[in-house]
T-cell receptor
Framework: KQEVTQIPAALSVPEGENLVLNCSFTDSAIYNLQWFRQDPGKGLTSLLLIQSSQREQTSGRLNASLDKSSGRSTLYIAASQPGDSATYLCAAFHNTDKLIFGTGTRLQVFP | ETGVTQSPTHLIKTRGQQVTLRCSSQSGHNTVSWYQQALGQGPQFIFQYYREEENGRGNFPPRFSGLQFPNYSSELNVNALELDDSALYLC??????????FGPGTRLLVL
């Protein structure tokens, strides 16, 4: 049974810092790994999707890496801004066609 | 904007009642999935529909049921509501079975 864990659960940083969010999964038989952003009380916004054959994906200030053999993914946010404040969720996608989510990292970036 | 809409945005019900939540996805998105997100948790997979047939189910009792219609809309029905059913309910549609586009969610409160 796939379990997805995210560390840290919460993070508070000053504006401008580079930061790393961690995601680990127990079953390496995944199709892809996805990172989402969720603002309070809102739905999910897809940030990055890494196929199982890929090592990383980049979008603007965001970079996500995937290491299937070790069951880990990281989301790197460069030059953080207050607008980055949100909960970040990673999810592993399986051949059962469902996403298995972690519990998220709640990020606060203060000016 | 993901092109996925959900209604209603908020709903209050009492224990034992029944509720129907609705989702409308983009044309061509043949797969729709429903997730339950309790406060402070990651979303949990309820079930998925592909071309109007159930195509996978998570660990939820039969009182959670769904329908998918030819016009790319879908419903989540929950009977005999319990207090623990209070959560944010998210639907996600997909054109290819992998890339998931989430709606804004329906927040259900059961009293």
């Amino acid at each position: 049974k796939q379990e997805v864990t995210q560390i840290p659960a919460a993070l508070s940083v000053p504006e401008g810092e580079n930061l790393v969010l961690n995601c680990s999964f127990t079953d390496s038989a995944i199709y892809n790994l996805q990172w989402f952003r969720q603002d309070p009380g809102k739905g999910l916004t897809s940030l990055l999707l890494i196929q199982s054959s890929q090592r990383e994906q980049t979008s603007g200030r965001l970079n996500a890496s995937l290491d299937k053999s070790s069951g880990r993914s990281t989301l790197y946010i460069a030059a953080s801004q207050p607008g980055d404040s949100a909960t970040y969720l990673c999810a592993a996608f399986h051949n059962t066609d469902k996403l298995i989510f972690g519990t998220g990292t709640r990020l606060q970036v203060f000016p | 904007e993901t092109g996925v809409t959900q209604s209603p945005t908020h709903l209050i019900k009492t224990r034992g009642q029944q509720v129907t939540l609705r989702c409308s996805s983009q044309s061509g998105h043949n797969t729709v999935s429903w997730y339950q997100q309790a406060l402070g948790q990651g979303p949990q997979f309820i079930f998925q529909y592909y071309r109007e047939e159930e195509n996978g189910r998570g660990n939820f009792p039969p009182r959670f049921s769904g329908l998918q219609f030819p016009n790319y809309s879908s419903e989540l029905n929950v009977n005999a509501l319990e207090l623990d059913d209070s959560a944010l309910y998210l639907c996600a549609s997909s054109p290819d079975g992998e890339t998931q586009y989430f709606g804004p969610g329906t927040r259900l409160l059961v009293l």
